[in-house]
Every structure is written in C-alpha cells, then in structure tokens.
C-alpha cells in the first residue's frame, strides 16, 4: 500500500493552495482519510479529516478556510487550502486508516511522504 501525496508549493499570503493525496496498492478498503502538518520545530498537528461517508473534522486553525474531500472512487483526499497564513507553513501529510487485501483482519494507519507548503508574507 502506497500514499502518494501532490500539491503544495510556495504563495502569498491570502492565495489558495491544493493538495491530494492518491492511495494505491493492495487495498480492500479505506476508512477515514486526513492531512496532517508539523512545521519546522513543532509536532505534528491534525489539520483536517473525513470519513468514508464524507464526515469532516478540522483543525480550529483552518476553520472556514480549507476544505477536505475525497474523490468519487474514495481512494483520493483532497485538500483545499484558501485564505492562506504564514503560519500555515508546515510539511503535510496524508495519512489513510486502509484494510490491506493481503491482511484483511487488520487496519492500519499508511502515511504518504510530506508535501512542503510555504507562505509568505
């Protein structure tokens, strides 16, 4: 099972951004989804989740301005980030709660690689 996540870059204060984020591999099924970011220095802080049946969840911090969604084939979660911060700044990450095809018995949590946003000022 592989995360492999897209997007990100460098904008001003005030732009958009978007990232997703594709699963792939032996999958017989994806629960919930979400992105994650850790700046430079900082822990790793939940940015925005939702479910299989597209319950979100967000961080206070990005309130009214990102917006996560998944792809109609429910292997793909976006991430629309508007209204962007400098401390917006971070690494993010996509994270999957995915049931391997291979261990059907088990769910486990598969990270894709980060994705570095930065906003300047």
């Known amino acids: 099972v592989q995360l492999q996540a897209s997007g990100g870059g460098l904008m001003q204060a005030g732009g958009s951004l978007s990232l997703s984020c594709a699963a792939s591999?032996?999958?017989?099924?994806?629960?919930?989804m979400g992105w994650y970011r850790q700046a430079a220095g900082k822990q790793r802080e939940l940015v925005a989740t939702?479910?299989?049946?597209?319950?979100?969840n967000y961080a206070d911090s990005v309130k009214g301005r990102f917006t996560i969604s998944r792809g109609d084939a429910k292997n793909t979660v976006y991430l629309q980030m508007n209204g962007l911060k400098p401390e917006d700044t971070a690494a993010y990450y996509c994270?999957?709660?995915?049931?391997?095809?291979?261990?059907?018995?088990?769910?486990?949590?598969?990270w894709g690689q980060g994705t570095l946003v930065t906003v300047s000022s």
């Open positions: 994270k999957a709660q995915i049931r391997s095809s291979l261990a059907m018995g088990v769910v486990l949590d598969y």
């Open positions: 591999g032996n999958i017989f099924s994806i629960n919930a």
């Open positions: 939702i479910t299989n049946d597209g319950r979100a």
